[in-house]
């Protein structure tokens, strides 16, 4: 407890309240999902993989990825601080990311690499009669993993409790 000074001169108990635990867990998880889903490759290497989409498409698709995830980041942090903008950006981009899924994971983009990976002779050739059903449930797989975690945040987030430490 600390105690603080109105205008007026009078003397108040101001009760600091101590940051969850599932604040901190879910602002290092979304530091680490941000960072490890930042585009590290060249832009030819992400052309590659969203071709045949417009080379102009592609290239903003891979400047909004890193402008997201760079939000990201900057919000995961902010989470810490308990400032209320940034939980709102978090379940905005969690909303976006449930309404956009599909586009973030397109079948075509895990085909192909499935195809670089038997080229480059990490998968076997064997893999290649199966690709069309591996490049689905591997998108199947990455979106409900997006999903599940953006549902987790909106769940967590909205709750008053949580909310009730972003007030100040």
Request: glycine share 6%.
């Amino acid at each position: 407890m600390t105690e603080k000074y109105n205008l007026t001169g009078e003397t108040g108990i101001v009760k600091r309240v101590k940051i969850s635990k599932g604040i901190i867990i879910f602002s290092i998880l979304i530091i680490i999902y941000s960072l490890h889903g930042l585009p590290t490759v060249n832009f030819n290497t992400y052309y590659t993989k969203f071709y045949p989409s417009p080379e102009k498409a592609i290239l903003a698709r891979y400047i909004f990825s890193i402008a997201l995830r760079i939000v990201l980041v900057i919000s995961g942090v902010g989470i810490l601080f308990r400032r209320d903008i940034f939980r709102k950006i978090i379940l905005g981009i969690s909303f976006f990311t449930v309404a956009t899924v599909y586009w973030k994971h397109p079948v075509i983009c895990f085909k192909r690499v499935l195809i670089w990976k038997i080229n480059q002779g990490v998968l076997p050739i064997d893999v290649l009669p199966k690709i069309d059903m591996l490049s689905r449930v591997s998108a199947i797989i990455c979106s409900s993993v997006d999903i599940g975690f953006a549902l987790c945040l909106v769940y967590y987030f909205t709750r008053p409790k949580v909310k009730q430490q972003f007030m100040r």
